[in-house]
């Protein structure tokens, strides 16, 4: 059984940073594609940046391109986002995810439905 514990989320004013993390445990868990996602009061869950088990490869939303940075430490069987220039908009749970399929992870926007495994999530704010 895979695990998946998102920290790192909290109050920060706009223009701020934060790192989030995502501890995976489980079987094989260095194989996993990771995901992050996330969902605002209303609005449906929606991907934010993926990572290959190699990190060979990662995408991103348009909305957080230049801005965040996703990256793994298979050693420590962490995934990291790190969110600079935050904005208002970046509000909402954050929430990573895994999957054993690579192709989730491609040129196209990341797909929740492409990911079967999902942490409880962690709350991100951004306000002055």
């Known amino acids: 059984q895979l695990q998946l514990v998102e920290s790192g989320g909290g109050l920060v004013q706009p223009g701020g940073s934060l790192r989030l993390s995502c501890a995976v445990s489980g079987f094989t868990s260095d194989y996993h594609t990771i995901g992050w996602f996330r969902q605002a009061p209303g609005k449906e869950r929606e991907g934010v940046s993926c990572i290959t088990s190699n990190s060979g490869g990662t995408n991103y939303a348009n909305s957080v391109k230049g801005r965040f940075t996703i990256s793994r430490d298979n050693a420590k069987n962490t995934v990291y986002l790190q969110m600079n220039s935050l904005k208002p908009e970046d509000t909402a749970v954050y929430y990573c995810?895994?999957?054993?399929?690579?192709?989730?992870?491609?040129?196209?926007?990341?797909?929740?439905?492409?990911?079967?495994?999902w942490g409880q999530g962690t709350q991100v704010t951004v306000s002055s």
């Open positions: 995810a895994a999957t054993l399929h690579a192709l989730a992870c491609g040129w196209g926007p990341i797909s929740k439905t492409d990911f079967g495994s």
